[in-house]
């Protein structure tokens, strides 16, 4: 019956794929193409999202004009979206056709006047896309045409292969495993950088290959079912010249897997419910498993249970239907799951297939996890490659996390909100209240020698004339727009009154590599913030120069950035709002410090100053180390530190870990906290 199951979902998946004119990789065909410059390639990729849409990348290169490079997330909708042409801000809208027609139109982001249009329609029976692309001033419209990428040929485990690349190049390769079964391969880019993905048998995307596009980088395909598999190599902006892919030998899933004990072991935590299904199945109840189903595919999971003579805690049990091939399965909960692996692996029920593990979790608790089938049960580098491609949401758990339109199930993760977890009222839009405007900006930074992309919220009714606003300045912008709803959140607060109207400047990171660079405790970056942002936002928002006004808010690295950048310039921030600050962090050699908690002790050694707190952190950012590197250690002796020092400060702690899931709920407590007009926490 499972076996039934999967087999059908696969066939309905893979006649959806099908049936799609426009899903997969398109080749530029130069011959049949129009252009004012000659045009020596070029590539499309078309993915569908859940919703109906698309994710399609557009690039042409030309033998002497620039690049043509085009990312949109074409939605039907009517929603627009930002991103630039030419170097030219420009939001666009999308409408479909016909169902093989659809059109893209970009304006102006500061004048709403289209500046280009794009009609893309797909010929399934000659395998070619057409785009006829019109300028603001450009008539009759050019056409370019791109030719379906044909199928790629089955590769040879053990062997390696060389292959050119270049910019708008696409490649893609099959290979054949059977359920369980796993392929490790390497990809090395030669003189600039390689994307790809990996695809299942019904043509979806499974995973993107993670790491830098320039690096060497292992990665692993692991089969849940039966099928051939395909990976799509492809360029980017910067693309490599030529490329190896070094194929590794398959490996068996009983040779990388270590199977579950034969015998059920006894768990340190009893769920009744499983106690209850365990007598029915040893009772010889041959349709116990399936009510079992049912009832979990009504109800979702996982179980939740109250403990008798515990008041403190919920048993928590995860489960997941195996098959044959489940040879184990890893709660992936951290720190924990990393620290303690037998106590989070699964045990199977008997011979049912009926995974479960039991865990008896502190009440109010808000968290994310993953499920990992046929783990390798370690936690070193070679494990963490295979796990990539193993670990996934729990498909029986309908609450999902850092889900989005494009992501597949490796790539988000479940979430767990127990019935008394602490409220987040504010995170949902709400109808009738009215929203504020987000402009999108860049500010060049002589200070950094970089350029930082900045989201503007101004709250409904603002005015460039009249009293000044205050000031929030949050870090790592993208998510504080989409994990944290910080709009919305603002929107709430100021219909309820319960904060004067704010306008808030987040901040973006360049890159990854830049943002470890100039969060932790960094002169240059809180200068930036002082002498170069502050004034810039001044100049062009009614805002406040009153320091008890301003707020600087940021997690993680983002928090302790905010509590060194009112430890250096509390002439300009005056309130200090820190989520789970990573006060485990040390300044570099030749400082003198070497220890964790950095910041700690120059407040220790600095004058008290004109400023408030509000700070959190997680009780399950723990240190089980003992290294001092985690979380809620640190924040602790730093809120010791700020009392002892004399200061205002709101501490409080959630219980979950260091995830956006507390986060989005615990900024708006700090908000009130700061700066609310009852000035008291939620």
Known sequence: MRFAVIVAGILAVTGAWADDPFAGDWKLNPAKSEFKDAAK???VLIEPDNTGGYRQLYEVIFETAPALRL??????????????????????TSRRIDANTFEIAYRDRGTGQIVRTMRFSAEPQDHTLIVLSSDANTAPARRVVFDKLTEGPLLEPGKTIEQTFGPGAVYEYRIRLQAGEYWPGRIEPKGGGVNGALYGPDGARLYNLNGPAAESRSFGLEAPIAGIYRIALRSPAEAAKSFSLGMESIIPAEKRVPAAPAKEPKQKFASPRMAALRKEVEAGNRDAVAAFWREIEKEGAPIFERPAGNDHDELVTFLWRGGTATRNVLVLWFPYAAAKVADY????LGSTGVWYRTLAI???????????????????????????????????????????????RFEYQSAVEMPDARPQPYIARREGVPAGKIDKSRIKSALLGNEHELSIYTPPGYRKDGPPNGLLVVFDESAYLNLVPTPIILDNLLAEKKIPPMVAVLIANPNQETRTRELPPNPKFADFLNNELVPWVRQNYNVTSDPAKVVVAGSSFGGIASVYAGLRHPETFG???????????????????TEPNFLAKEFVRSPKLPLRFYMDAGSFEVDLSGAGGSILEPSRHM??????????????????????????????????????TSKTVN
């Open 41 to 43: 390639g070029g590539r």
């Open 71 to 92: 990312t949109s997330h074409v939605q039907f909708n009517g929603t627009a979206e930002d991103s630039a042409l030419n170097g030219q801000d420009v939001r666009y």
């Open 345 to 348: 692996a699964m045990v199977n």
């Open 362 to 408: 502190r009440r109010g608790a808000r968290f994310a996890y993953q499920l990992s089938p046929n783990d390798p049960m370690e936690f070193d580098q070679e494990a963490s490659v295979q796990r990539a491609v193993t670990a996934q949401a729990d498909p029986l758990n309908p609450h999902k996390w850092f889900d989005g339109p494009f992501n597949t």
């Open 575 to 593: 309130n200090i709002l820190c989520q789970s600050g990573s006060f485990w962090w040390a300044a570099p050699k030749p400082e003198p410090y």
């Open 639 to 676: 809120r010791d530190v700020l009392l002892a020092k004399g200061y205002e400060v709101h501490y409080q702690e959630n219980v979950g870990g260091h995830d956006y899931l507390s986060w989005r709920g615990s900024l708006a407590d700090g908000l009130l906290a700061l700066v609310g």
